[in-house]
């Protein structure tokens, strides 16, 4: 950020003032890859920082109930700082003022880290469980090596540490699953593991815990790729969404709402739905299900899926009242993002129902990433959850690149033309509906092949550390 915030302030590093009546400005190349390296070097940072902290946080907790709270205010205020970046800093950006709207960010990032700073002696933290993709590597480097061995029919028969080591190394046991059976080779001791004093060679012999960790991240594959396709359609909140507020009247009284700051609803709808979650849903579905936390973390998601493809058809519904009421109004060959007499408020329920699809897909997902394994692999697993979003927009301008070299043909404008009152932007939402459902029946056979981790101890057995 404080990059970011030089290329707006030092005047080696701003573009040249540019008109707005005034075609053909340029910029130089080192500005512009000065830009673009602190934008990256912020990716970089969130990568880093995210999945870390919805770990942490989720360890100085003990209940499963208490984590599964956390994790749905984590997505609140995870969302929250977009109340403060949509209406505050926009309204000081869209003034011109972006010195300092991106300086105000930077001390608020700051601050961040202050606080937490200030925490650090009283967390709770295990101890580290080595690199997960060394350890994914040693399981499938002995399993090639002992290809042709023949398993046991007993799988007690095969290689597993002692409950101390696994204390040692800040681990838990994970009892021995049916899936996947080609690993398990990796667990069968031979007189060639070179296993000297009670030390083995790690890229000859692996414990069961070992293979378990990597059969259940290949196990949650289907389950994250299903959580990319939702992505994509949870992508047009800050995207099309934000291009058709543009085109709408967005007056409120004698003020004018930034088209990005109707997002704020969507941060609203989390609030909202995550208390009612709490306080409504989980008595209900307890008293149906007569599961103790109401829904399993698959069944929440799998009702996500469902109310995203709500969301979707009340976009598109939203949107072809909108094109209706610009041809009526005479809009059609306005100019870009003239507005057109419907207010941006009409687009408040599609905000809601994403809002209402976030807290239990996202949710659903941190949880079930952290709880489907060891605290050796708790990182990297919750970086799929996280990952799957940021994938998901990649697809989503990939899937808007395709649609618009397919629906140009023939010399049409296309869907997602420049002038929106001319395209068919119900017609993608439409296609995002389609791409949604087949996400959600991809999503039940997944969720129904999937078997929960088996866990042989609890969390309260391995030992913890303070700094």
Same mark, same amino acid.
């Given at each position: 950020?404080?990059?970011?915030?030089?290329?707006?302030?030092?005047?080696?590093?701003?573009?040249?003032?540019?008109?707005?009546?005034?075609?053909?400005?340029?910029?130089?190349?080192?500005?512009?890859?000065?830009?673009?390296?602190?934008?990256?070097?912020?990716?970089?940072?969130?990568?880093?920082?995210?999945?870390?902290?919805?770990?942490?946080?989720?360890?100085?907790?003990?209940?499963?109930?208490?984590?599964?709270?956390?994790?749905?205010?984590?997505?609140?205020?995870?969302? #929250?700082? %977009?109340? =403060? +970046?949509?209406? !505050? &800093?926009?309204?000081?950006?869209?003034?011109?003022?972006?010195?300092?709207?991106?300086?105000?960010?930077? #001390?608020? %990032?700051? =601050? +961040?880290?202050? !606080? &937490?700073?200030?925490?650090?002696?009283?967390?709770?933290?295990?101890?580290?469980?080595?690199?997960?993709?060394?350890?994914?590597?040693?399981?499938?480097?002995?399993?090639?090596?002992?290809?042709?061995?023949?398993?046991?029919?007993?799988?007690?028969?095969?290689?597993?540490?002692?409950?101390?080591?696994?204390?040692?190394?800040?681990?838990?046991?994970?009892?021995?699953?049916?899936?996947?059976?080609?690993?398990?080779?990796?667990?069968?001791?031979?007189?060639?593991?070179?296993?000297?004093?009670?030390?083995?060679?790690?890229?000859?012999?692996?414990?069961?815990?070992?293979?378990?960790?990597?059969?259940?991240?290949?196990?949650?594959?289907?389950?994250?790729?299903?959580?990319?396709?939702?992505?994509?359609?949870?992508?047009?909140?800050?995207?099309?969404?934000?291009?058709?507020?543009?085109?709408?009247?967005?007056?409120?009284?004698?003020?004018?709402?930034?088209?990005?700051?109707?997002?704020?609803?969507?941060?609203?709808?989390?609030?909202?739905?995550?208390?009612?979650?709490?306080?409504?849903?989980?008595?209900?579905?307890?008293?149906?299900?007569?599961?103790?936390?109401?829904?399993?973390?698959?069944?929440?998601?799998?009702i996500g899926q469902v109310v995203s493809i709500g969301a979707m058809a009340v976009a598109a519904v939203v949107e072809m009242r909108r094109l209706q009421i610009a041809k009526e109004a005479g809009l059609l060959d306005a100019p870009p993002f003239a507005p057109v007499p419907m207010?941006?408020?009409?687009?408040?329920?599609?905000?809601?129902?994403?809002?209402?699809?976030?807290?239990?897909?996202?949710?659903?997902?941190?949880?079930?990433?952290?709880?489907?394994?060891?605290?050796?692999?708790?990182?990297?697993v919750g970086s799929l959850s996280l990952s799957s979003l940021a994938i998901g927009s990649y697809v989503s301008s990939l899937l808007v690149t395709v649609v618009m070299r397919v629906t140009k043909r023939g010399g049409s404008r296309g869907w997602i033309p420049t002038n929106l009152?001319?395209?068919?932007?119900?017609?993608?939402?439409?296609?995002?509906?389609?791409?949604?459902?087949?996400?959600?029946?991809?999503?039940?056979?997944?969720?129904?092949?999937?078997?929960?981790?088996?866990?042989?101890?609890?969390?309260?057995?391995?030992?913890?550390?303070?700094?």
């Amino acid at each position: 950020m404080i990059l970011l915030s030089l290329s707006v302030t030092m005047k080696s590093l701003k573009p040249p003032f540019c008109p707005r009546d005034r075609e053909g400005c340029s910029v130089s190349s080192g500005r512009v890859s000065f830009l673009f390296l602190s934008l990256y070097i912020i990716a970089v940072g969130s990568g880093g920082y995210l999945p870390a902290l919805q770990t942490l946080g989720a360890d100085q907790l003990d209940s499963e109930k208490q984590k599964t709270n956390f994790f749905g205010w984590l997505l609140f205020f995870t969302n #929250a700082g %977009g109340i =403060l +970046a949509n209406t !505050v &800093f926009v309204y000081i950006e869209n003034e011109g003022e972006w010195a300092l709207g991106y300086w105000l960010s930077t #001390a608020t %990032g700051g =601050l +961040a880290i202050l !606080v &937490f700073a200030l925490g650090v002696p009283t967390y709770r933290q295990y101890k580290p469980g080595g690199n997960p993709f060394v350890r994914f590597a040693q399981v499938l480097v002995s399993a090639f090596r002992k290809r042709n061995q023949q398993l046991p029919s007993n799988c007690h028969a095969l290689f597993e540490t002692s409950d101390k080591e696994h204390i040692e190394k800040g681990t838990r046991r994970i009892s021995h699953t049916m899936s996947f059976r080609f690993l398990d080779k990796a667990a069968i001791e031979t007189g060639s593991d070179d296993i000297h004093d009670n030390r083995r060679n790690p890229w000859r012999l692996c414990p069961v815990t070992q293979v378990e960790e990597m059969k259940c991240v290949c196990r949650m594959m289907p389950i994250w790729l299903c959580g990319v396709l939702f992505s994509v359609a949870n992508a047009q909140i800050t995207t099309l969404f934000v291009e058709q507020a543009a085109t709408m009247d967005n007056r409120l009284h004698h003020f004018k709402i930034p088209p990005a700051s109707i997002s704020i609803f969507n941060v609203v709808s989390i609030f909202v739905w995550n208390v009612a979650y709490n306080a409504i849903v989980i008595p209900l579905a307890r008293k149906l299900t007569g599961n103790s936390n109401g829904l399993t973390q698959l069944q929440r998601m799998t009702i996500g899926q469902v109310v995203s493809i709500g969301a979707m058809a009340v976009a598109a519904v939203v949107e072809m009242r909108r094109l209706q009421i610009a041809k009526e109004a005479g809009l059609l060959d306005a100019p870009p993002f003239a507005p057109v007499p419907m207010s941006i408020f009409w687009l408040v329920p599609q905000y809601c129902l994403l809002g209402l699809a976030q807290v239990f897909i996202v949710v659903g997902a941190l949880d079930f990433f952290y709880t489907e394994t060891s605290h050796s692999t708790r990182s990297l697993v919750g970086s799929l959850s996280l990952s799957s979003l940021a994938i998901g927009s990649y697809v989503s301008s990939l899937l808007v690149t395709v649609v618009m070299r397919v629906t140009k043909r023939g010399g049409s404008r296309g869907w997602i033309p420049t002038n929106l009152n001319r395209g068919h932007v119900d017609y993608f939402y439409w296609l995002l509906m389609g791409i949604s459902i087949i996400d959600l029946v991809m999503f039940v056979f997944a969720a129904r092949w999937y078997k929960y981790i088996p866990k042989q101890t609890d969390d309260s057995s391995i030992e913890q550390s303070n700094p």
